[in-house]
């Protein structure tokens, strides 16, 4: 049995050498890539996920310990999730605060004057690259979205709701949401309450280790349909 002490505690960025990978299909906003990848024991195998920009949500909590979530469709699942806003990190030039910055205000209308990191994780680490930062938003005040911005798709048809901070964490545990954003972002924003009241998390500016290990061992601007190394 080996028993890891709290130093311990870390997911460790490691890239098992890549003989060759293959785009077999690219979309909008991913990559559907193939990996012939080799094992520590010299062995070959074959790795199919998907490549990801990134993305970031919020808790966003207002004095009452609401939240703020939009209810949005969502084809690939068939299901219209509860949800925290959230967004790609897919413009150029922009860090991850303030790309949740700006999603908060164009999705549910509203700025916050006190940011945290809540937590970071990967979404589905089997089959997609998602590196996804939550944050946990405080002192909110309503806003107007951003000019220049029009809601479309399924965003087009979502509206704004609001829900306890509790409620979410009993909703969650019996099983009636599914989002990952939201399932997590509760969870820990809970918890984090209840242990010192947010005062050990990390500042809004925290650096994001997974996120940038993840675009250095495997670029998503890879251009080229086949790479052998």
Request: glycine content about 8%; charged content about 25%.
């Amino acid at each position: 049995m080996i028993i890891l002490g709290r130093d311990e505690l870390a997911d460790v960025p490691l890239a098992w050498p890549v003989a060759s990978s293959t785009v077999l299909a690219e979309g909008a906003i991913t990559k559907y890539v193939q990996d012939q990848v080799r094992t520590p024991d010299g062995h070959l195998i074959t790795r199919e996920y998907l490549k990801h920009p990134g993305a970031v949500g919020v808790i966003a909590l207002d004095d009452h310990e609401r939240v703020a979530l939009v209810r949005q469709y969502r084809h690939p699942v068939r299901h219209r999730l509860i949800e925290p806003p959230a967004g790609l990190l897919d413009v150029g030039g922009e860090d991850y605060l303030q790309a949740m910055q700006r999603e908060l205000a164009e999705e549910a209308g509203l700025a916050a004057g006190r940011w945290a990191v809540l937590i970071d994780l990967f979404t589905t680490p089997g089959i997609l690259g998602e590196s996804l930062r939550i944050y946990l938003a405080r002192d909110l005040e309503a806003v107007d979205g951003p000019d220049d911005f029009t809601l479309e798709g399924e965003e087009a048809h979502m509206d704004v709701v609001w829900a306890s901070l509790d409620d979410l964490v009993e909703a969650v545990l019996y099983g009636h949401l599914h989002n990952p954003t939201v399932v997590s972002g509760v969870l820990a924003a809970w918890t984090a309450r209840q242990r010192d009241g947010f005062l050990s998390l990390r500042p809004a500016d925290a650096a994001w280790p997974a996120l940038e290990s993840v675009r250095e061992a495997s670029p998503f601007e890879e251009s080229g349909h086949e790479q052998h190394f």
